[in-house]
Nanobody, 115 residues
Framework: QVQLVESGGGLVQAGGSLRLSCVAS????????MGWYRQAPGKQRELVAT???????NYADFVQGRFTISRDNAENSVYLQMNSLKPDDTAVYYC?????????WGQGTQVTVSS
């Protein structure tokens, strides 16, 4: 069984930074891609950023250069450095890992940005 465990969320003032971490544990799985999604209250879950095992990254338009996704293939982990945070970034952030046969999700970590 594979588990994705996120950490690093919290409360930060607008303009501040947070670094989210996600580590996979349990059965060893090769993820073709890993990424971050978020869901704000009353809204659908949306993509924030993804990265493939070869390092190709993709960002949502709203990131606008503020966030950086990185990955450690050896540790099966993915990170999201978030700078210049805005109140609109407030959401639960979910880690995602896509293997050949299945998509795994973490339990989510709350990010709250105060104005």
């Amino acid at each position: 069984q594979v588990q994705l465990v996120e950490s690093g969320g919290g409360l930060v003032q607008a303009g501040g930074s947070l670094r989210l971490s996600c580590v996979a544990s349990g059965t060893v799985v090769s993820f073709r891609a890993m990424g971050w999604y978020r869901q704000a209250p009353g809204k659908q879950r949306e993509l924030v950023a993804t990265t493939t095992s070869s390092g190709i990254t993709n960002y949502a338009d709203f990131v606008q250069g503020r966030f950086t996704i990185s990955r450690d293939n050896a540790e099966n982990s993915v990170y999201l450095q978030m700078n210049s945070l805005k109140p609109d970034d407030t959401a639960v952030y979910y880690c995602n890992g896509e293997s050949r046969f299945y998509v795994y999700w973490g339990q989510g970590t709350q990010v709250t940005v105060s104005s």
